[in-house]
């Protein structure tokens, strides 16, 4: 009866059918930016920007090196897809047209788009990477806006 359960837990358990997670503790964390200051600035030397820090905070967290490749948002989501990259960062919000090529990240905070309307932040995560996600939306949730 407990092997039962434990297989039961097991296949509750959230996986990464490419291993995203596992490769990039201790490893390489493959991060597309796009520029959309504050959020993200590729205009110096080093990526900066509130969501640079975050996804910096991340990676020590998991005890990766984060490699930046900065691009336009189509480009990168056409990245994310094709699994060339981890994660795309650059002031994306819960309304972006890109589902069907990445998982967004549940909401870690709030700005005010030009429109003078409040929008979500989000990040967005290659499609059925669920335990990476999982791990970023518990970070996000503990680092995230007002934490």
Known sequence: MALLGVLMLTA???????????????????VGISHNPPFTSIAGDE?????????????????????????GEEALMDQLKEGQLDLVIGGLSEQ????????????????????????????????GENAFLMELEAFLADHGEGK
């Open 96 to 127: 972006s047209p890109w589902t069907d090529k990445a998982a967004l990240s549940a909401p870690y905070g709030t700005s005010t788009g030009a429109d003078g309307k409040e929008r979500k932040m989000v990040m967005a995560a290659a499609l």
């Open 47 to 71: 990526p900066t920007g509130s969501e640079v820090d975050l996804v910096l905070r991340f990676a020590e967290q998991l005890g990766a090196e984060v490699a930046w490749h900065a691009a």
């Open 12 to 30: 509750c358990m959230p996986r990464d059918p490419d291993e995203t997670l596992d490769r990039v503790r201790g490893g390489e964390l493959r």
